[in-house]
């Protein structure tokens, strides 16, 4: 059983940084690809980065060369490196544990990112 716990965000103004951090108890962290998402008010969850077992990462467009997830698998933890922060990148940010084996899907409660125009 994964469970997912977010940490690191807060309110910085436009152009500056965070850095979000989630960790997951449970004994097979490395067999679980890691995502975070985020969700604005009156929108859909969206996805935001994805990190394979492997290390491969993959990012939303609106994202790309601004974030970046990174994973370590001694700590069971994972993290979203913000930089160049927007207005429009406020919302709630949830970590989200992906079973490659079962499929099975953990969502930690999120952490709230507020940017400041």
């Known amino acids: 059983q994964m469970q997912p716990v977010e940490s690191g965000g807060g309110l910085v103004p436009a152009g500056g940084s965070l850095r979000l951090s989630c960790t997951a108890s449970?004994?097979?962290?490395?067999?679980?690809?890691m995502r975070w998402y985020r969700q604005a008010p009156g929108k859909q969850r969206e996805l935001v980065a994805t990190?394979?077992?492997?290390?491969?990462?993959i990012y939303a467009d609106s994202v790309q060369g601004r974030f970046t997830i990174s994973r370590d698998n001694a700590k069971k933890s994972v993290y979203l490196q913000m930089v160049n922060l927007r207005p429009a990148d406020t919302a709630v940010y949830y970590c989200?544990?992906?079973?490659?084996?079962?499929?099975?899907?953990?969502w930690g409660q999120g952490t709230q990112v507020t940017v400041s125009s």
């Open positions: 989200n544990a992906l079973g490659q084996l079962t499929s099975r899907e953990y």
């Open positions: 449970g004994p097979t962290f490395s067999n679980h690809i």
């Open positions: 990190i394979s077992t492997g290390g491969m990462t």
